[in-house]
């Protein structure tokens, strides 16, 4: 099937950090070909804060994965600020937040902060400087020393963002960072994932699972589905920037929660028209 989007999502802009046209990908499995991705269109302008939602297997990763050129597309095109994704992976465009923290269990905090900035050479007071601006970013500042299990799964989520951001990327991809964290940990880190967003005006990429979560935090919300992955619907939100976790009740969240709902709705298969 093939999905064109009528939204202005779909129109190329100057400021476009991620364009993606025509994407798709078939991996090749023994069990026959799995299409994970097909006839994506989709503009990311700069500064946007984009979640991808859908149900397990639509894609999302994937997605996220191409861009971070971790898989190659089978057709369509995708640039990242006008590179190929390798070009931008050389170029270290991006930051890749993981669904587990991912460090480093011998490493200190600081040191798997760092680790990213060794491999590119950066000289230990320029390692030491971003260490702290990033660890004060994510308000970890004071565990510089300690070892990742001796946080908790929030604070090690952090620490990884901290990872993510030491480099200056302009682009974030966060794969559901806090989808094992508890709903309380969960509440916390998005406002403050919100603030980080408005102190540094990165590009964020993020998959969730969530409704509240995609429509708390974005700008833009990407609906997809699955059988194949695909895009059905993007929703620009009219949130104000200024968004307390109450927002959460307003009558305005709760008509975008209700698009979102719809949208995941009419890409399931049991509700009969698109099998
Ligand atoms: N390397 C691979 N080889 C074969 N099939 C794959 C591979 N990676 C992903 N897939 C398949 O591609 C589809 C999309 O997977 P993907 O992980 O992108 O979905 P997702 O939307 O991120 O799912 P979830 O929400 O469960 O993380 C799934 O059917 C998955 O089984």
């Known amino acids: 099937m093939t999905t064109e989007l009528s939204n ?16 798709g990908l078939t991996f090749k499995t023994n069990d026959g070909d799995v299409v994970a991705l097909s006839d994506v269109n989709l503009t ?3 500064g946007e804060f984009v979640s ?9 990763t994937t997605f996220l994965r191409t861009i971070a050129d971790l898989e190659q597309p089978t057709s369509g095109t995708l640039t990242i600020n006008g590179m190929t994704p390798e070009q ?42 971003r260490i702290k601006r990033t660890m004060d970013l994510v308000n970890l500042s004071g565990f510089e020393k300690k070892y990742p299990w001796q946080l908790s799964g929030g604070m090690q989520q952090r620490a990884s963002i901290a990872r ?17 964290l508890d709903e309380i940990v969960r509440d916390h880190l998005n406002s403050e994932l919100l ?28 609906v997809m589905s699955p059988r194949p992955g695909r ?13 307390p976790l109450d927002i959460r009740e307003t009558p305005e969240f709760l008509e975008i929660a ?18």
């Open 8 to 23: 202005p999502a779909g129109t190329t802009t100057q400021d476009a950090v991620i364009s993606a046209r025509h994407l």
């Open 44 to 46: 990311i302008n700069k």
């Open 52 to 60: 991808f939602i859908g149900p397990s297997g639509c894609g999302k």
């Open 88 to 129: 931008a992976r050389q170029s270290r465009a991006y930051g890749y937040v993981f669904q587990a923290p991912a460090l480093y269990p011998w490493r200190t905090i600081e040191k798997n902060i760092a680790l990213p900035l060794e491999i590119m050479g950066h000289s230990k007071s320029e390692q030491d400087a």
């Open 164 to 180: 993510a951001l030491s480099f200056d990327a302009d682009l974030l991809l966060m794969d559901e960072p806090f989808g094992a």
């Open 195 to 222: 603030k980080l967003w408005a102190a540094t005006q990165k590009t964020i990429c993020f998959v969730t699972h969530s409704i509240p979560e995609a429509v708390y935090l974005s700008t833009k919300i990407v």
């Open 231 to 243: 895009v059905t619907d993007v929703i620009e939100s009219n949130l104000p920037s200024e968004r």
């Open 258 to 275: 209700a698009r979102v709902r719809d949208g995941l709705r009419a890409g399931h298969s049991y509700d009969g028209d698109h099998v």
